[in-house]
């Protein structure tokens, strides 16, 4: 599966961001996604994960209620909505498939995006 992850920029505190995932390769519907961000320094963590047919969701516990993250299995594609983003949000994104069910532990995933940058700042 390859995975290109789009949408990070520049937001202010308080601002919102779309964070897109297109897949290609092989069937997209078989994965499991999830969602991790890495600072400098920093060990990559979890963000978000969606079971292959969407109905199972788990978020850290900082950005729940804040963010959203579904899946339209028809355009291949994983979505991450983030609204009030704060400060400590700012990380490189990134976007993961993993063959068994959804995670929260990066070792289970197979496939890695390449990550966009989201920077939270006034």
């Known amino acids: 599966v390859q995975l290109q992850a789009s949408g990070g920029g520049l937001v202010q505190p308080g601002g919102s961001l779309r964070l897109s995932c297109a897949a290609s390769?092989?069937?997209?519907?078989?994965?499991?996604m999830g969602w991790f961000r890495q600072v400098p320094g920093k060990e990559r963590e979890f963000v978000a994960a969606i079971s292959r047919s969407g109905d199972s969701i788990s978020y850290r516990n900082s950005v729940r209620g804040r963010f959203t993250i579904s899946r339209y299995n028809a355009r291949n594609t994983v979505y991450l909505q983030m609204n009030s983003l704060k400060p400590e949000d700012a990380a490189v994104y990134y976007c993961?498939?993993?063959?068994?069910?959804?995670?929260?532990?990066?070792?289970?995933?197979?496939?890695w995006g390449q990550g966009t940058q989201v920077t939270v700042s006034s």
């Open positions: 993961a498939a993993g063959a068994g069910t959804r995670s929260t532990t990066p070792q289970d995933y197979d496939y």
């Open positions: 390769g092989r069937t997209f519907s078989n994965y499991a």
